[in-house]
């Protein structure tokens, strides 16, 4: 059987290439004759995996001298509990932009430190855009503002933020991190779980102002305290190093592969107008975000025109070599996720196949 398509939102497809070589390392690691799964994440074969990895994100990313670059695990959820018990030091408070579920889950943790005020939200209307806001709207005393960068679910995305000045701003960048520039210094805190744009499920980066480190209670457990892991280069404990490695392959992938995140952000948004373009005149097929600012170039949520429908486009489309096309359930339909590693043919095989099933279904 051949490869298929997967539009998985997490954990979703990797590049061939990256698969391939380390299949083809598996075994043996360069010349140490073992494998990096099997490896000390204390010895020097291992140094120079994390330590390369860390200057590839420095270097795509172009963090700042004065951020820390963490490789942690207990995925993004994780740091719904550890933003605000290392962050919400000061006036024990926060304000959150919610754009659905990931935002919600990240308020019920933020609650059990402090209060977090809801500044705008996009949930009258079913969290089909980003919602408008500026530096006025944010409370005078709330230590940070959280923001979900690219809604996963309802493949919803900023792509700017208003003026913020000095305010220490938050961002869940898990399903969009290094889909596209961003400028790393306007942010206190960004986070992501790698299995969605970086490689396989278990580890999660976190990049963190040095400044904001090292706030947090004594009573905050050793693991879930930035400082633990800064002190020591993620090296506390055992890293989740075969992520590491794999994270470090797809990193060097989209810089020499694909040639730089400005080249990646252009195939993307290439990626993406190819099935809009399609969703925004197909009389089967409608998109879920209609609001052109609000679109997700990651995650691209859709229906047709009923629900039974739907279940035959998915299993048809199953039988067609493009998979986990399926939409969330809360919100059902469609969502085709297509992250770094989706390639073109893979996004026009979804688009000539969408095409394919309303020539034959309408
Ligand atoms: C997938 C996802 C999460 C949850 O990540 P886990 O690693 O499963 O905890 C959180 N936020 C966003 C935006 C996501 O896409």
């Known amino acids: 059987m051949a490869r298929v398509f997967n539009f998985s939102a ?4 990797m590049p061939e290439e990256v698969l391939t070589r380390s299949s083809r390392e598996m075994l043996e690691y360069e010349d140490c004759g073992h494998s ?7 010895s020097p074969s291992f140094t120079a995996i994390i330590k390369n990895c860390e ?6 990313m172009c963090i700042p001298k004065n951020y820390k670059v963490l490789f942690l695990q207990g995925g993004a959820s994780t740091q719904f509990s550890m933003v605000p018990l290392n962050l919400m030091t000061n006036h ?3 304000d959150i932009i919610n754009t659905g579920r990931w935002t919600e889950l990240a308020m019920k943790e933020a609650e059990k430190v402090g209060k977090y005020h809801i500044i705008a939200s996009s949930k009258e209307t079913g969290f089909k855009s980003i919602p408008k806001f500026t530096v006025e709207d944010l409370s005078p005393d709330s230590d940070y503002l959280y923001i979900c960068q690219n809604n996963t679910i309802y493949g919803t995305h900023y792509n700017s933020l208003p003026h913020l000045g000095d305010r220490v701003v938050v961002s869940d960048m898990s399903s969009c991190i290094l889909s596209e520039p961003i400028d790393v210094s306007k942010y206190g805190v960004i986070f992501a779980g ?3 744009n970086l490689g396989p499920a278990g580890l999660t980066i976190v990049i963190i102002r040095e400044d904001l480190i090292g706030k947090a209670d004594a009573c905050v457990p050793t693991m879930l305290n930035y400082e633990t892991h800064a002190k020591k280069d993620s090296m506390h404990n055992t890293p989740p190093t075969y992520s590491i490695y794999m994270c470090g392959l797809m990193l060097e992938w989209i810089k020499n592969t694909v040639g730089g995140v400005d080249k990646m952000h252009a195939i993307n948004n290439k990626k993406a107008a190819m099935i809009y373009n399609y969703l925004d005149e197909s009389k089967m097929f409608t998109p879920r975000v209609t609001d052109v600012e609000s679109r997700s170039i990651m995650n691209i949520p859709f229906n047709s025109l009923n629900e039974e429908l739907d279940k035959k486009f998915i299993a048809q489309a199953k039988e067609n070599g493009i998979i986990n096309i399926k939409g969330h359930k809360s919100i059902g ?6 992250y770094n590693a989706m390639p073109l043919e893979g996004v026009k095989a979804l688009v000539a196949f969408m095409s394919k099933f309303e020539t ?3």
Do not use: D, F, Y
């Open 10 to 13: 997490g954990p979703s497809t």
């Open 36 to 42: 990096v799964m099997e490896m000390s994440h204390r």
């Open 55 to 60: 200057a590839l994100l420095r270097e795509l």
């Open 92 to 94: 024990k408070q926060c």
């Open 194 to 196: 790698a299995q969605k």
């Open 333 to 338: 339909g469609m969502r085709a996720s297509i």
């Open 360 to 362: 034959e279904n309408l």
